[in-house]
């Protein structure tokens, strides 16, 4: 009870979480006399690291600062727009179309939220939208970012669960896609009701202009995804390929890369990697020691008893998911909850590629809860919205999310098809 209300403490106070982890941890050991422990501990945090497929994180980090950096941004943006922006809340889909090619590269859906807010909120508001609503449009569509290939979440899930990365990948493109579409009808309904504003259609000579400048961004992915799908790269080694197409494209191509941004870069790739690394290590004591007491043995055999049935284990999964991720972010959810999960998923004979892309989604869906909610937090402070007034305007996301999310879970073959056709 007390490492319980010391881990709320911290939480409470806004401690990181992965100094949360770390310091309940070893508070546990210590308070119930497992001294002899405690040396062990820097081997555990080492361990928790120890893995070649995380090492597809610094380098998607990389890949995505230089993609930025280099213009790809901007291009993807054009090419939507023109081809978009004229419909009724034209710029609201031109935001889902542009962070669904964005999520493709970064894979990260708070990178998205701070980049696609200084870019985005400006424009739309320019247009006539209120500032809230252009907001919630970007916060709502970065979830795109963990979901659609490469995704951080998918690769930590991969590692932790034993499965493979690619299959995960894959996995995870169909869910993409149908949560971008239902953003999209989110968008369609709240234009028609508040009365969005339209923008020019672009000229033909336009849309073929801003095509052809997007062709290299848009190719990066395509050849991610292709090497993996042919086998010419694993997952992780697509990482290291992402970085030198977005070498190749920023300076040869578009020419916005140059040798004096390559010291920023690095420094924020590094800066970002660490913070993930420095979570992966701290939940990974934090999970050894929960193994140690027997805690999620005694969690499987608590929901054996409660019920047999892997649909009503998926519904309590969600609903518990939904719960703790109001107050702890997607990573640190995914991180500290696989060890427990995982026995269940084996038990109950569900497919934990499936498995896993319902709670990396869930998960995500967690950033626009409030009240805490990551990526939230980044629009309010980035577009200067109350949190308030954004937690009210993304209620409707929210809701198309949740559907999502609920046919994602009892419809397998969503997740489960592609990779099984590919022959992951």
Known sequence: MTVLILFAVLLAIQVPIALVLGMTGISYLWLEGHTTLLQNAPQ??????????LLAIPLF?????????????????????????HFRGGLAYVNIIANMFLASILGSATAQTAMMTRVMVPEMEKAGYKREMATATTAAAALL???????????????????????????????????TLALM????????????????????????????????????PLIIIGGILSGVFTATESA????????VVGFFIYRELNLRKIPGILANAAVSTSAVTL??????????????????????????AFTDSPWVFLLLINLFMLIIGIVLDEMAVLIILLPIFMPLVQSY???PVHFGVVICLNATIGLITPPVGAVISIGSSVADVKFERLSVALIPFLIVALIVLVLVT???????????TLGF
């Open 279 to 304: 979570l992966i290590a701290m939940a990974n004591l934090f999970g050894w020691v929960l193994t140690f007491d027997r805690i999620p043995q005694k969690i499987v055999e608590l929901m054996a």
């Open 410 to 420: 009892y419809v397998p073959p969503v997740t489960t098809w592609l990779p099984r």
């Open 145 to 179: 970012g963990p979901i659609i290939p490469p995704s951080m979440l998918f690769i930590i899930y991969a590692v932790g669960s034993g499965v493979s990365i690619s299959s995960m990948f894959i996995a995870g493109i169909l869910p993409g896609i149908l949560l």
């Open 44 to 53: 555990r945090l080492f361990s928790g690291v120890e893995s070649f497929g």
């Open 240 to 247: 290291g390929v992402a970085c030198f197409l977005a070498l």
């Open 185 to 220: 009808t989110a968008v369609a309904i709240l234009g028609y009701r508040h009365r969005f504003p339209r923008s020019e259609r672009a000229s033909f000579k336009t849309m073929v202009i801003n095509f052809l400048k997007a062709v290299p961004a848009l190719m990066v």
């Open 349 to 351: 004979g569900i497919d």
């Open 61 to 85: 980090m990389l890949a995505g600062e230089l993609m930025n950096s280099g213009g790809i941004t901007r291009r993807l943006i054009d090419f939507a727009k023109s081809f978009f922006g």
